[in-house]
């Protein structure tokens, strides 16, 4: 038996579409790990909120959280008054 090949889609084009959902999962994994790690200065509900929009919404959830929701988990800075 040979392989069957479509002659209406290229094979350029199923491995630009297997790269492309390759780079979403990679994404997606590097936004919940570092949400895992972020998950003591969130709320449970937030962390749930989160995780449920990067999981969903891979794309731009991955990428909210990154550019995001990483700064507003952060600690806010302590003013030292060295007056």
Do not use: C
């Not at 709320?43 to 990483?70: C, D, E, H, K, N």
Request: no cysteine; charged share 10%; hydrophobic share 65%.
């Amino acid at each position: 038996m040979t392989a069957s090949v479509n002659p209406l889609i290229p094979a350029a084009y199923d491995l630009a579409w297997s790269g492309t959902a390759l780079a979403l999962l990679v994404l997606a994994v590097v936004a919940l790990i570092s949400l895992a790690r972020s998950a003591k200065q969130l709320s449970s509900g937030q962390a749930l909120v989160w995780t449920l929009v990067v999981i969903f919404v891979p794309a731009l959830g991955a990428l909210a959280w990154l550019f995001i929701g990483r700064r507003a988990a952060r600690p806010a800075a302590v003013a030292v008054d060295r007056g």
